[in-house]
T-cell receptor
Framework: DVKVTQSSRYLVKRTGEKVFLECVQD?????MFWYRQDPGLGLRLIYF???????EKGDIPEGYSVSREKKERFSLILESASTNQTSMYLC?????????????FGPGTRLTVT | DAKTTQPPSMDCAEGRAANLPCNHS???????VYWYRQIHSQGPQYIIH???NNETNEMASLIITEDRKSSTLILPHATLRDTAVYYC??????????????FGGGTRVLVKP
């Protein structure tokens, strides 16, 4: 059974704190993604990675950075958390190459920045 | 990616088939139809996808019209656990770099006992 896990389901942080969100997949997938989901705005891509140490900006990368040191792990970093980063954060992974590969999602981390 | 239109909500009786429509009149020849769902407070879950032919798996069936301008997701025997928001997405099959998903409003399905 495929599995994507995220380090926390709920997280509360203060403005200005550095926040780490961890994602691990056990499917040997090349691609990993970080999205945020907000009411009325749908799913928006923050960053994705198609290989170890490789990353590409998504649609809303400002205020975020990522790290992928190992194939199975993709971390999202909020360098200095702000209240407008309060959101549901979703990690996903997929196979790579030409094809119709579906994305597998983790359960999400609901982050509140106060 | 082509735009999709779905009804905002629908109810379904437990044990009955749920038919979820999706319009994608501007779909291109190389675009696939995908369905995902999201149960409350969980991450999205892939259901099924297709290009031209009808598809079936253990979760659902996907019926695509001959002109490919619309499709229907069928949950054959809806259960209470199928209560979720269902998203219809149309996208090309590309190399996964940049292979992001974009969800619209979806259809909020409520399965009632």
């Amino acid at each position: 059974d495929v599995k994507v896990t995220q380090s926390s389901r709920y997280l509360v942080k203060r403005t200005g704190e550095k926040v780490f969100l961890e994602c691990v997949q056990d499917m040997d997938h090349e691609n990993m993604f970080w999205y945020r989901q907000d009411p009325g705005l749908g799913l928006r891509l923050i960053y994705f990675s198609y290989d170890v140490k490789m990353k590409e900006k998504g649609d809303i990368p400002e205020g975020y950075s990522v790290s992928r040191e190992k194939k199975e792990r993709f971390s999202l970093i909020l360098e200095s958390a702000s209240t407008n980063q309060t959101s549901m954060y979703l990690c996903a992974s997929s196979l790579s190459g030409q094809g119709t590969y579906e994305q597998y999602f983790g359960p999400g981390t609901r982050l509140t920045v106060t | 990616d082509a735009k999709t239109t779905q009804p905002p909500s629908m109810d379904c009786a437990e044990g009955r088939a749920a038919n979820l429509p999706c319009n994608h009149s501007t779909i291109s020849g190389n675009e696939y139809v995908y369905w995902y769902r999201q149960i409350h407070s969980q991450g999205p879950q892939y259901i099924i996808h297709g290009l031209k032919n009808n598809e079936t798996n253990e979760m659902a069936s996907l019926i695509i019209t001959e002109d490919r301008k619309s499709s229907t997701l069928i949950l054959p025997h809806a259960t209470l656990r199928d209560t979720a928001v269902y998203y219809c997405i149309v996208r090309v099959a590309v190399k996964a770099a940049g292979n992001k998903l974009t969800f619209g409003g979806g259809t909020r399905v409520l399965v009632k006992p």
